[in-house]
């Protein structure tokens, strides 16, 4: 009996040797969008210093009469300014990226290596600095909220009546909310329990949540502490608002965007090409009413989370 025999035929693992595969660049999973940095007004900064004017208490020096027509009964007045202005100086976030010659000599097609690594390297800067802007000690939103204008949550879940306290303390012209993505959640599940649930807005396009026409931003650099609470703020922004505005240092050498730097640093002996990334920025809140902070806010314990930006 003759045996039959098999059709041949080239195999798909062979075929592939001849193949050019489409590569995408390196993907970060840590990139977010930032809505923060993109909301605020930048303001440039001429020498690395702002200077915030504020005037002293009006009540003590402005005095307002409705005379009616005799003028002679004006009283006399003038606005008086703090003498000890803060002054902001802006912080750097920086790093320096190494890349060997070789590797950029030989494996750069389709992607240049060097130009890969620079954009992974200046996103993580960018993160860095949203974090910096909402935790920093010194000018972050979260540490500058004056203590008059923070709030404890009711019931601890955030509800609708804990947004509206917020919006009486920040009630001329607010912008935005700003919140952990959990606490967004667990806010849009309380409306949900109450049956008023809360509308969208598309920004940038995307679609956010509101209260009261505002809309909840969201950022994971918004602290969540050890026991699940959490923290949502409520600001107004840019300077015709005397609001909270980002400062940066405009005109700088190897700028690639507004306050941020690369620069060639030199090849080593051992083929080491650096580059000098730098990122220099600050926060002003300023006054006091632009920024409020609702504190205590629980969200759910669903999982166990690991953030870098967690109270400990």
């Known amino acids: 009996m003759t045996a039959v025999s098999e059709p041949r035929a080239l195999s798909d693992s062979a075929a592939r040797q001849l193949a050019n595969a489409t590569k995408t660049p390196a993907q970060m999973d840590s990139i977010t969008p930032r809505w923060l940095v993109h909301l605020l007004q930048w303001v440039p900064v001429e020498a690395g210093i702002y200077r915030l004017n504020r005037v002293k208490n009006t009540d003590e020096t402005v005095n307002v009469a409705c005379p009616g027509?005799?003028?002679?009964?004006?009283?006399?007045?003038?606005?008086?300014?703090?003498?000890?202005?803060?002054?902001?100086?802006?912080?750097?976030?920086?790093?320096?990226?190494?890349?060997?010659?070789?590797?950029?000599?030989?494996?750069s097609s389709p992607y240049d290596q060097i130009a890969e690594q620079l954009r992974l390297t200046i996103e993580a800067i960018k993160e860095r600095q949203e974090g910096e802007l909402i935790n920093n000690p010194d000018y972050g939103l979260l540490t500058q909220c004056a203590p008059n204008q923070r709030i404890r949550s009711r019931t601890g879940a955030?509800?609708?009546?804990?947004?509206?306290?917020?919006?009486?303390?920040?009630?001329?012209e607010p912008s935005f909310f700003?919140?952990?993505p959990r606490a967004i959640a667990a806010f849009?599940?309380?409306?949900?329990r109450r049956g008023t649930p809360p509308p969208t807005i598309s920004m940038f396009g995307s679609q956010f949540i509101t209260w009261r026409g505002l809309p909840l931003v969201p950022s994971d650099k918004v602290p969540i502490a050890a026991d699940n609470t959490t923290s949502i703020l409520l600001m107004r922004v840019g300077e015709r608002r005397q609001g909270v505005v980002g400062l940066y240092q405009p005109g700088l050498t190897g700028e690639q965007s507004p306050g941020l730097s690369v620069r060639f640093m030199g090849i080593?002996?051992?083929?080491?090409?650096?580059?000098?990334?730098?990122?220099?920025?600050?926060?002003?809140?300023?006054t006091e009413s632009a920024l409020g902070v609702l504190d205590g806010v629980a969200v759910d314990k669903y999982h166990a989370y690991d953030d870098k930006y967690a109270k400990k």
């Open 268 to 286: 080593t002996r051992d083929a080491i090409a650096s580059y000098l990334i730098s990122l220099y920025c600050s926060l002003a809140i300023l």
């Open 178 to 180: 700003l919140a952990h």
């Open 69 to 107: 027509r005799d003028e002679s009964e004006l009283p006399q007045s003038f606005v008086d300014y703090d003498e000890n202005a803060r002054e902001y100086f802006l912080n750097s976030v920086a790093t320096v990226l190494d890349v060997h010659t070789r590797v950029s000599d030989l494996y």
């Open 158 to 172: 955030p509800t609708p009546d804990d947004l509206d306290d917020l919006l009486v303390k920040v009630w001329k």
């Open 188 to 192: 849009g599940r309380e409306c949900t």
